[in-house]
């Protein structure tokens, strides 16, 4: 069993949907939550980090942490065209390594 | 901003080649990560490295190898390369005390063809 799971998917929704992204845990010492997104043929760029459980807003992202359940979400308020791409989950304890999930692919279709 | 950048986008190499893929970093980052990335397999750590002159193998070390003789530069050596190692090539940064457990910032990859 993987550390971090997430589904590959691909993804597709219309513009203007909401939509949720997930990754589940087994570690219960991931204290470090973050998400990545990585368009097509470029490196990963960071989007959100989270400690411990609670959510983290930052303009039509939220991050959100479950520890009880081991689980975290990424939510995408408005979904734009430009939000195409492959999102990450990533995670760690406090130390330097980064356990990463598999990536979803996802497509705002116009 | 942090900014990490790497030698070269496109590579294409012959089996049995030495490869040389450079990274550098300018935001004093002690901690410089290789992967590699795989459709299907996702992201997975070929070599990091704490400091200068350190090196630690990841979990697929097998064909690889590493030097950091500065601080701002870590390079990964295919020693020969085989087809099995084309791919997309990510080199990333990170201050061992930063905000965010460590989070690591990546370079725009380099996709390595072997023919």
């Known amino acids: 069993q993987k550390e971090v799971e997430q589904d590959p998917g691909p993804l597709s929704v219309p513009e203007g949907a909401i939509v949720s992204l997930n990754c589940t845990y087994s570690?219960?010492?991931?204290?470090?939550f973050m998400w990545y997104r990585q368009y097509s043929r470029k490196g990963p760029e960071l989007l959100m980090y989270?400690?411990?459980?609670g959510n983290k807003e930052d303009g039509r992202f939220t991050a959100q942490v479950d520890k009880s359940s081991k689980y975290i979400s990424l939510f995408i308020r408005d979904s734009q065209p430009s939000d195409s791409a492959t999102y990450l989950c990533?995670?760690?304890?406090?130390?330097?390594?980064?356990?990463f999930g598999q990536g979803t692919r996802l497509t705002i279709n116009p | 901003d942090v900014k990490v950048t790497q030698s070269s986008r496109y590579l294409v190499k012959r089996t049995g080649e030495k490869v040389f893929l450079e990274c550098v970093q300018d935001?004093?980052?002690?901690?410089m990560f290789w992967y590699r990335q795989d459709p299907g397999l996702g992201l997975r750590l070929i070599y990091f490295?704490?400091?200068?002159?350190?090196?630690e193998k990841g979990d697929i070390p097998e064909g690889y190898s590493v030097s950091r003789e500065k601080k701002e530069r870590f390079s990964l050596i295919l020693e020969s390369a085989s087809t099995n190692q084309t791919s997309m090539y990510l080199c990333a940064s990170s201050h061992p005390r930063g905000q965010g457990g460590q989070t690591q910032y990546f370079g725009p990859g380099t996709r390595l063809l072997v023919l």
């Open positions: 990533a995670m760690n304890t406090g130390a330097q390594k980064l356990v």
């Open positions: 490295s704490y400091d200068v002159k350190m090196k």
């Open positions: 935001m004093d980052h002690e901690n």
């Open positions: 570690n219960s010492a991931f204290q470090y």
């Open positions: 989270t400690y411990s459980s």
